[in-house]
């Protein structure tokens, strides 16, 4: 049995609230019983060397945590304090490898041919293991359209290394500030919520860009029992007491 927590889209300096909703989820999650802490992605919101260093004391713990850049983040300053941009974590019971899908100077999302070789390495490792793949953009639509122009570009490059890895559970990605759940290449594909806001759906607004700041951050709790991944979404309610 393997649980742990995914949060995503923290944006470090993106608003005046954000450190602080960062900190108070980071909290909620040391109370609770993990063995893993994943943050898929855009972890500062304009990619300055200090709001990688508020970041970096944020996820200090004693949890294993792995984090992957996202498209607010710059690969050069996110790996002089939180580590390579692609990383692996090696438990027990799963093996899970966030990679990076980042593109400098774009916001769209890339797996390039030197992160697709890392990946297959990290897989091809523990064949006999379980494992979790992440990044931060999405490989299909999710009926956002501002998301959806920016999603993962050539997906079926990650469809195909996939299908060579029977032991992949399901993909984890963040970037879109909302939960969802979803398939990609015949596996569950799991959205984590936003910490620092939560994007709405064209059902919900005719914004071009429908974000409030107003809702809860949330996080996804990922309970996997060796065949069957089970995934909570949950919100954390602000104290500024």
């Known amino acids: 049995m393997a649980i742990f927590a995914q949060i995503s889209d923290v944006h470090i300096g993106g608003s005046d609230e954000s450190v602080e909703r960062a900190r108070q989820v980071l909290r909620h999650l040391r109370t609770l019983r993990l063995d893993a802490v994943l ?8 990619a300055l060397p200090e709001e990688y260093a508020i970041a970096d004391e944020l996820f200090r713990g004693e949890l294993p945590l792995a984090v992957c850049p996202g498209n607010h983040d710059s690969v050069p300053a996110f790996e ?57 953009h999405p490989p299909i ?60 759906t064209s059902v919900e607004t005719d914004a071009e860009f429908p974000v409030s700041y107003d809702l809860p951050p949330a996080y996804a709790l990922h309970i996997f029992d060796g065949g069957r991944l089970v995934t909570h979404f949950r919100p954390v309610i602000l104290n500024y007491s």
């Not at 990679?99 to 070789?117: I, K, M, Q, R």
Request: proline residues 7%; glycine residues 8%.
């Open 39 to 46: 943050v898929t992605g855009d972890i500062a919101d304009h």
């Open 80 to 136: 002089k304090l939180l580590g390579p941009a692609n990383q692996a974590l090696k438990l027990d019971d799963v093996t899970i490898a966030l990679a990076d899908s980042s593109v400098p100077g774009h916001h769209h999302g890339y797996l390039a041919d030197e992160t697709l070789a890392w990946l297959d390495e990290v897989l091809s490792e523990r064949p006999d293991v379980p494992a979790f793949v992440g990044m931060h």
């Open 141 to 200: 639509e999710l009926g956002i359209p501002y998301v959806d122009k920016i999603r993962l570009r050539e997906p079926e490059r990650l469809a195909d290394l996939l299908s060579r890895h029977p032991n992949v559970a399901a993909v984890l990605t963040g970037h879109a500030h909302t939960a969802v759940s979803a398939r990609f290449a015949g596996l569950p594909l799991v959205v984590a919520p936003g910490v620092i806001s939560t994007a709405l």
